[in-house]
């Protein structure tokens, strides 16, 4: 008896959600083409491919591709070079861009609060390309403004930029929050216009100036927002922005063991050496060491924070 | 409703792999009804009673480098070769150019991907792993069966030069096989600075004069640069691969001792001068960032000349391009014949390839017949070129030049880097400047050139591929830099040197002295 009834309303309900079904396959089936199907690539790591047998009939050479990373430091450095960057990034981004949403919020007027919105976002909407040309308009010993206007007005000699690995970390970082923040503190800012305008008030009645409303007020508020961004970034620690660290310091060589990260190293070597199988390990380790990144992440935030604030 | 719309997403599937199947066949014409074989007047073909022609009509990609400039000549010549190539062998013709600034790079990923490329110039990027990863194909066969003009054109002592492992995957062209190093400059400044540039016989000749540059022009750098790159070879083989020297013999190559190329005075020497050029504002000074050619730059007016590996004729040859005519200090270094020279851009059949026969026969008909040659190396005659001399060169073809109105930069279908193309020497020549004699000219250089003691044996760096990887990085670091001046070698080429040895620099070279050897007793 029950059965019967139940077995027709659980395809009522299937029949019902279909169009939900629907709306959502699009979506899996993106997920799994770009995310999954390319993980059968992995064995390419372990292989010494041949292609003219195809992939899966070359031979297996185990962990011989892996050999060289670990020769050099390279391996090292470009681990080093992509977390180290990533939480100067995400450390910095955050508290840039909570200052910018909070002053954003303390501009009254209307019209100038569209402009300054649009202004700080335009720097997101560049190409990455057209950035690196206008670093390049800056730094260039030959016509740079640096060295031809700036460092020139102080009487100083000019900078070599693109051979001086030790500029490069912070170079990196300012171009990075220069381009990103305007993005960031939208976020930050739609909750910030979401706060209820009574614990202003009410902070106004017991005496608070500005400074304390911020700091009593608006930064609890916004800090489930800061918790599930800063998550969030955390779990892409260990992918960098190809552009940033490949095209801004124009692949120059000197440079490399400042601008080196995972994702530019595999491409470089996919093309200098042309071996994709090496590229393929260096592709490898960086998914092996990002997964137990967020692991780590995940498991040190349920810790701290409470089982709730974990993203799974 | 979830019907109708499970309807529509379908339509959409099939539409759209409906789409992808045409694109893959593209084979529209049949070839039923032509019986004849092609003509056969295609010179040293053997074999001319065999129907060459493809039952199908395939069409081959053919990749080459060219200036980077959008070419809309390029339907009309490959209309012009199709018309010739069909009746010959049913075969189309799909010819792609690409940049030398990004060469390496999009052909890399082209070899590795297979798509759109059947033949291919390998230069620049790492041959032998090309041919040992099966990115292209071994072609001893085709070659006996589709190729004896070939190898009547360019004789087994090059030919053998492109053997990996003693398979052939590569052939050489029809071009200068050894080269010397000097310096080109533009004749323009050096007469209005009154030059002696017949007296430059060293570097330190040339600085003098670079000196004299910098001091009275405005705007114009002594030196220039290519793509980062400022000399690729300064008289050493690097018995494998020029980009990255792990491993040469060094000096003229004489001895055949394998040596560390960055541990060499020669070296040093060499980078230190640079540095200081570089000190003094000889050099552009945005060297290692350039994605330009410094040609582009001598051309454009901002640069007095730039180094380069040359051959006889080199000013006369590139003068017919150029508004800023160039001169050539020659023999700073003496002309050296290498296998890598010999190797360094070599014509092969992609891995990918799906007709290897109609591959080899159109590159067979590349080296053999000039109607071919001539139309991929200089376009369609009274389009891209006129005739100015009718059947005055040694070999029989035309002296021909740019058309009534066309220059350099107006034309459609440039003639540049035709020195990759498979056969220059059974072409015509272009401009006025060269002699009547210039392919025999060049032949005879290539033949009387001083030979490296390992001339003719290739290194086979599948041994070693995690050294020579790890070295590679380390070199991508330094090397390009340190020729450009841009490092200080006092403080560079210390920390360099280490980083190779920790790489395992000594493993490569200890392996390449034993191949080398056994190859050396082999010979004996």
Known sequence: MKARTTKPRKWLRFYRCIPLYLMFLPGALYLLMDKYLPMTGLIIAFKRVN???????????????????????????????????????????????????????????????????????????????????????????????????????????????????????????????????????????????????????????????????IWNVTIP?????????????????????????????????????????????????????????????????????GFVLVLLANWGVKKVGGEENGLF | MAKRILAMLLVAVLALSLAACSGGTDTSESASDSTTSGDTSTGSE??????????????????????????SG???????????????????????????????DQTTLMLSSGEGVDLIAVYMVPYASCATTGQIMPIDDLLEEYGQGIIEELGWDMINCGRVDGELYGLTQGRDLAASEGFVYRLDLAEELNLDMDSVKTLEDLEAVLKTVKENTENVWPVAVSAG???RNWGW???????????????????????????????????????????EGLIQADAVNTTETASTLTEAGTAFGYFTNLKPYYAEENNANLQNKIGVVDNMVPALATTDRVTMGLWSISGSCEHPEAAMKVLNALYTDPEVANLYMYGVEGT?????????????????????????????????????????????????????????????????????????????????????????????????????????????LPQFNQELKDAGIDVIIEEKQAQLDAWLAEQA
Request: net charge negative.
């Open chain 2, 384 to 492: 891209h070129y006129e005739v100015v001399e009718e059947g005055t060169i040694t070999n029989g073809q035309d002296r021909i030049n740019y058309p009534e109105g066309l220059d350099a930069t107006t034309t459609t279908y440039r003639k540049s880097g035709t020195w990759l193309c498979p056969n220059q020497f059974i072409g015509d020549i272009w401009g006025l400047d060269l002699p009547d004699d210039y392919w025999d000219a060049t032949r005879d250089f290539n033949n009387e050139s001083q030979k490296s003691a390992a001339f003719g044996f290739s290194f086979d760096a599948t041994q070693t591929p995690n050294e020579i990887a790890a070295c590679t990085n380390v070199v991508n670091k330094y090397h390009k830099a340190l020729v450009c001046g841009a490092l200080d070698p006092e403080e560079t």
């Open chain 2, 74 to 104: 390029i339907t009309q010549v490959e209309e012009a070769m199709n018309e010739l190539l069909e009746e010959q062998f049913n075969v189309n013709v799909n010819l792609t150019f690409l940049p030398f600034g990004s060469y390496a």
């Open chain 1, 221 to 289: 508020n916004l800090l489930p927002t800061i918790i599930t961004l800063t998550l969030m970034a955390i779990g892409k620690i260990f992918y960098s922005d190809f552009g940033l660290f490949y095209q801004v310091p124009m692949d120059s060589g000197p440079l490399i063991d400042v601008t080196s990260t995972i994702d530019t190293y595999v491409y470089r070597a996919l093309t200098t050496l042309n071996d994709i199988p090496m590229a393929s390990a260096a592709g490898v380790y960086q998914s092996v060491v």
């Open chain 2, 46 to 71: 053997d074999s001319g009673e065999v129907d060459l022609r493809e039952p199908e009509l395939v069409t081959l990609d053919i990749v080459t480098m060219a200036s980077g400039k959008e070419e």
């Open chain 1, 51 to 213: 292609w003219r047998k195809g992939i899966l009939a070359s031979d297996w050479v185990g962990f011989s591709n892996f050999t060289y990373l670990f020769k050099t430091k390279d391996a090292f450095t470009i681990t080093r070079n992509t977390i180290l960057y990533n939480l100067c990034f995400i450390v910095l981004g955050t508290v840039f861009a909570i200052t910018i949403a909070i002053l954003l919020n303390e501009i009254t007027s209307r019209k100038m609060k569209q402009v300054y919105q649009t202004v700080i976002l335009l720097p997101y909407l560049i190409s990455i390309i057209v950035v690196s040309y206008l670093v390049f308009a800056l730094l260039s010993s030959e016509t740079g403004f640096i060295n031809n206007t700036v460092l020139k007005a102080f009487g100083a000699e000019p900078i070599s930029w693109y051979t001086e690995p030790k500029y490069w970390p912070f170079i990196l970082v300012i171009v990075h929050l220069w381009k990103v923040f305007g993005y960031d503190c939208i976020l930050y800012y739609a909750t910030l216009v979401g706060i209820d305008q009574g614990y202003y008030e009410a902070a106004v009645i017991d005496g608070a100036n500005r400074w304390q409303q």
């Open chain 2, 229 to 231: 790159e400022n000399i």
């Open chain 2, 237 to 279: 083989d690097a018995l494998g691969d020029e980009m990255i020297n792990l491993g040469v013999l060094p000096d003229m190559a004489q001895d055949t001792t394998v040596v560390n190329l960055y541990e060499t005075d020669q070296y040093k020497d060499l980078v230190t001068t640079m540095y200081n050029w570089m000190q």
